[in-house]
C-alpha cells in the first residue's frame, strides 16, 4: 500500500516510517512538501497517490499555540480540512493524529474514545476542530489520539536529561496527570490499526499513567542521576502562557477490543532511556 505521512521529520512521523517501510511504500512529506497553512497542499497530496494518509503534523507547540491561536487554528484545524478534502478526493482512508488535550482535565477517572470533548487551551481547540473537519468530510478515518509524546530528538524524557546536566535541582509539576506515549510503539500500534477496516476515534497510548514529577523521577532513575534533587511543584506554580488540562489520562477500550494494546509506560521508557547516550 502507498502511504502518505506527513510531518515526516516529526517523532511519530520518523516511527511510522521505520514501522511501515518493510511492508508499505511510504511517501515521507515534510512541511516543505506540504504547507498545511495553504489550500495548495490540496492538490499536493493528492498527486501523491497515496491508498492510505497517515497524518502527525501539527503546530504542536502548546505555549504557541496560546500565544497565536489563529496560526493554530490554519495548521490544526483548517491544514487537517485540507488533509482530509485530498483524501476525499483520492477516496482513501485517513489516520489523523490528535491530542489527549482535546479534554478538560475535569475527570476523576481516565477519558475514553467517546467522553465529551471540552478543549480548554487554543491547542487543544484547533486539534479537536481537526477532529471534526476529519468527521464532516470522511467516511473512512482513524482518529488517534495520543499523549505525552516521546522517542525522538525532542521531548520531555530529553528535556529532563538535559536539566539534569545544567543543574543540581529540577522542580517539576506533580499534579498533571497524564499517559506517557512511545513513538515506536504507537507508531506499531498504527500498522496494525490500518490494516482493519475498523474505523473510528481510537486512544493508543502505553498503559498506565503518571504525574509529571513521577515521570521525571524515573526518567532519573532509569539514568543513574540519584545526584540531582527533584522537587514537586503545583501547576499552578508553573507559569506558562497555555492553560493546561490538569488529568487527562487516556483508556484504550476500542483498539484492546481488536487486541491492539501498548505495553506499560515503564517498559517502553525503560527502552527508550537504554538507547540514549546518557553523558554526566
Given at each position: ?25 511510504v511517501?515521507?512529506?515534510?512541511r ?10 490540496v ?7 497515496a ?18 491561536p ?24 485517513l ?13 476523576t ?24 473537519a ?14 505525552w ?6 521531548n ?42 475498523y ?8 498503559e ?50 481488536l487486541g ?8 517502553a ?12
Open positions: 500500500m502507498r502511504i502518505a505521512v506527513t510531518g515526516a521529520g516529526g517523532q511519530l512521523g520518523k516511527a511510522l516510517q521505520r514501522v511501515l517501510a518493510d511492508a508499505h511504500e511517501i515521507p512529506l515534510s516543505a512538501d506540504l504547507d498545511l497553512e495553504h489550500p495548495d497542499c492538490q499536493a497530496l493528492v498527486e501523491t497517490g491508498q492510505c494518509v497517515i497524518h502527525p503534523a501539527a503546530y504542536t507547540n502548546v505555549d504557541g499555540c496560546a500565544r497565536d489563529d496560526r493554530a487554528y490554519r495548521v490544526n484545524a483548517l491544514g487537517t480540512r485540507y488533509v482530509a478534502l485530498a483524501c476525499q478526493a483520492l477516496d482513501v482512508p489516520v489523523y493524529i490528535s491530542t489527549n488535550e482535546v479534554f478538560d482535565g475535569a475527570s477517572a481516565p477519558y475514553a474514545e467517546y467522553d465529551r470533548p471540552a478543549p480548554i487551551n487554543p491547542y487543544g481547540f484547533s486539534k479537536w476542530a481537526g477532529e471534526q476529519v468527521r464532516e468530510l470522511l467516511r473512512r478515518f482513524y482518529i488517534v489520539r495520543v499523549a509524546l516521546f522517542g525522538g530528538e525532542r520531555f524524557v530529553r528535556t529532563v536529561l538535559r536539566l539534569a546536566n545544567e543543574r543540581n535541582e529540577i522542580a517539576m509539576v506533580a499534579d498533571e496527570i497524564g499517559s506517557p506515549t512511545y513513538a515506536p510503539d504507537v507508531a506499531g500500534a498504527i500498522a496494525r490499526l490500518i490494516e482493519t477496516p474505523y473510528g476515534t481510537y486512544h493508543l497510548v502505553n498506565g499513567f503518571c504525574s509529571r514529577y513521577e515521570f521525571a523521577a524515573a526518567t532519573l532513575q532509569l539514568a543513574g542521576r540519584t545526584d540531582v534533587t527533584l522537587r514537586p511543584i503545583a501547576l499552578a506554580e508553573y507559569q506558562r502562557a497555555s492553560c493546561v488540562p490538569p488529568y487527562t489520562p487516556l483508556r484504550n477500550v476500542a483498539a484492546a477490543e491492539i494494546r501498548l505495553r506499560s509506560w515503564e517498559e521508557l525503560a527502552e527508550y532511556v537504554g538507547t540514549l547516550n546518557v553523558q554526566r
